[in-house]
């Protein structure tokens, strides 16, 4: 610690036209910053918009939104959700039903939009609970240091000894299978890698000369982390969270299938996709219309991903 | 500080992960919803014999008290009981802990011998068609569910075209080969029993490479992005400008920082394959610890949740500190580094 507080020091007396001319330059630099900033992102949009391939990873993701969204209005029967029709049993995919039926006669097409649904709300739901929970501790982790560090850290090490979809099975069979608790148990194994992440963004930032003239300028930390270093950490996060909704989304997934996630007739894909493996091989269409959608769901989020961490130029890990 | 007293500090922060995971996951299997010696007696049971039962395994007790002796037995290998074997866990995972290491274990020797020389093509041929489809293939690779890749292989492979058999791990009218490493693989060879080793390789296949897939386009993500910094490197330059063979070049000097990169996520990559083994066992039948822990799972059986969550994070710690110290051997500036920091 310096001897000398930053208030023991009088700031120089201005005269009125030099203390305007400060404020302009001031508004000034303000202004030239928030022009860099947008131009930063105009080249971001331009290097994402340049890349084929993530163009079509953010046509995917905006193609689900909107099946989740008019679910009721897209699919072919709507109704199938609910109800069973024994009378159209297994039909192969066709003109009529464009992926076949199931064993109670249900379309599939319909029940596989509508799993659009479950699957986003499982990505987004954990992703936002991870960070919610990850990224706060990561802050403080790291900004604070000292024995806070060493608790948080410690902690985070423990959920970090197992990979992260054997515990989130394991939290899973203790619960009732709902579609809440099967995101509260992927969300338990998730937050910690945030925590980790941002903790050592943090530990390498918070030594950059603009936060060391921030905290000699006499700001409060919380101040300096919110304000100074969180904008810093923004663009690695919104490149990670794309990925790992996709991710999540196949977690959920696979809770499902093996008959830890959500209970049918809820149509979710793993869960449909583990249903109509009792039919294999003739009635492959059952499981093998979930499963695409899943693969082209998870691969959406993961080309998106891509693209914005080559267009931001950021590195994970 | 030397390397080695590094690699000791990594191993004394393990440890207390590993303990509070225990407390942890004990946690979160005592005190789940649900009376587990109900649900070993089933409904038709009458109280007294459930309030039995419920003392033999110590259910009455205090939670952490429980802990103590669950702990004092874990020390004397004692796991306890499975509610559903009716035998000790640690008999269960002894029988069952073989299949899956030899699965993964096969997974993994694939995963490296083919994402490896991917990795390597794709940066050498870095944004010709062959970077391109490997790229596609990297992204579709991670993107598959499992269990999805293994029906599709099953549909294809085994009932379609009838080349593999569709699940289970030796034929079923092959006696398993005499038990001396519980590796079918390596137990048929030492037997000398050709029949047996060419069964068990044909069903090993779809399990190992569906298991492999994700992982195989990871490693191959990283190896193309290591060789293409190298490529940059001045020393590479160098020896190229000084007419250095390109062979040469590309498998002595390169191939070597391209397989440290790769060390770098095998830790990471064995908590996929240990992750992965839950689907793929159920889906292939295959009879291991996993396929074990998913009934431990839907059953509630949990002595067996505990034993199964247990055992798989020794096996995650044990890997990620082997590959610590093969990276250690292997890069010296790593060694250093460690050295260096904590002097």
């Known amino acids: 610690m310096s001897k000398y507080r930053t208030s023991d020091v009088k700031a120089p007396r201005l005269n009125p036209e030099a203390q305007a001319q400060a404020v302009a330059l001031e508004e000034q630099r303000a202004a030239r910053s928030y022009g860099a900033r947008f131009e930063d992102l105009r080249r971001t949009l331009h290097r994402l918009r340049r890349s084929t391939l993530s163009l079509v990873g953010l046509a995917i993701v905006l193609g689900l939104i909107v099946l989740a969204i008019f679910a009721p209005q897209i699919a072919p029967y709507p109704e199938d959700i609910a109800t069973v029709h024994f009378e159209r049993t297994f039909q192969p995919p ?149 990925l790992d909704i996709g991710y999540a989304v196949l977690t959920g997934a696979v809770l499902g299938f093996l008959g830890l996630g959500v209970r049918p007739p809820t149509p979710e894909w793993g869960t449909m996709a583990s249903k109509g493996r009792l039919h294999l091989p003739t009635r492959w269409w059952l499981t093998t219309f979930p499963g695409l959608a899943i693969f082209v769901t998870v691969l959406g989020f993961n080309l998106l991903g891509d693209g914005l961490r080559d267009a931001f130029d950021v590195e994970l890990e | 500080m030397r390397y080695r007293d590094y690699l000791i500090r990594r191993l004394l922060y393990t440890i207390p992960a590993l303990i509070g995971l225990s407390m942890l996951i004990f946690a979160i299997a005592r005190v789940m919803p649900g009376d587990p010696a109900r649900l070993a007696l089933g409904p038709e049971a009458s109280e007294e014999q459930v309030a039995k039962l419920r003392k033999e395994l110590g259910l009455d007790l205090p939670i952490h008290i429980q802990y103590v002796h669950y702990m004092r037995g874990v020390f004397q290998g004692k796991l306890g009981v499975s509610l559903y074997t009716n035998r000790d866990v640690i008999v269960d995972l002894k029988e069952y802990f073989p299949a899956t290491f030899e699965l993964v274990t096969v997974a993994m020797l694939l995963a490296v011998a083919v ?125 190229r400008a000084n007419g250095m063979p390109e062979n040469l070049l590309v498998y002595k000097y390169m191939l070597k920082n391209a397989f440290i990169a790769a060390l770098t996520i095998i830790g990471l990559l064995y908590g996929f394959f240990l992750g992965g083994a839950f689907v793929v066992e159920t889906v292939f039948s295959w009879p291991g610890m996993a396929r074990y822990g998913v009934r431990a799972f839907i059953y509630k059986d949990f002595n067996a949740i505990i034993g199964v969550v247990l055992v798989i994070a020794v096996a995650y710690a044990v890997i990620n500190i082997l590959v610590d110290i093969a990276y250690g051997l292997l890069d010296p500036r790593i060694r250093l580094g460690a050295e260096a920091r904590e002097a």
Do not use: C
Request: hydrophobic share 55%; glycine share 8%.
């Open chain 1, 94 to 242: 066709g003109r009529q039903y464009l992926f076949g039926t199931d064993e109670v006669g249900r379309d599939v097409l319909s029940r596989v939009i509508f799993g659009t649904r479950i699957s986003l709300s499982i990505g987004v739901a954990v992703l936002a609970i991870a960070l919610a929970i990850g990224v706060p501790l990561g802050l403080i982790a790291g900004y604070v240091g000292g024995p806070v560090n060493t608790i948080i850290m410690r902690l985070t090490d423990i959920f970090l000894a197992i990979p992260p979809v054997v515990l989130a099975m394991a939290v899973s069979a203790v619960l009732t299978p709902t579609l809440e608790n099967s995101i509260f148990a992927i969300a338990f194994s998730w937050w910690p890698w945030y925590t980790r992440l941002i903790q050592g963004q943090v530990l390498s930032i918070k030594e950059e000369t603009f936060v060391e003239a921030s905290r000699s300028a006499g700001a409060n930390p919380l101040y300096i982390t919110f304000k100074e270093i969180l904008p810093n950490v923004l663009t690695i996060l919104i490149v990670k969270v794309t």
């Open chain 2, 115 to 239: 994402g490896v020389p991917l990795g390597i093509l794709s940066a050498m041929r870095k944004d010709r068609w062959e970077d391109h489809s490997t790229r596609v293939f990297a992204l579709s690779g991670v993107s598959m569910p499992r269990f999805w890749i293994g029906i599709l292989f099953q549909l294809v492979l085994a009932y379609h075209l009838g080349l593999l058999p569709v699940t289970g791990r030796m034929a079923a009218d092959l006696p398993a080969p005499a038990r001396i490493t519980g590796l079918y693989l390596v137990d048929s060879l030492l037997a000398g029993d050709f029949v047996a080793l060419k069964s068990s390789l044909l069903h090993i296949i779809m399990p190992a490479v569906t298991l492999s897939l994700s992982p195989i386009a990871q490693l191959m993500r990283v190896v193309r992005a290591s060789m293409i910094e190298q490529m940059r490197k001045g020393y590479i330059l160098t020896a």
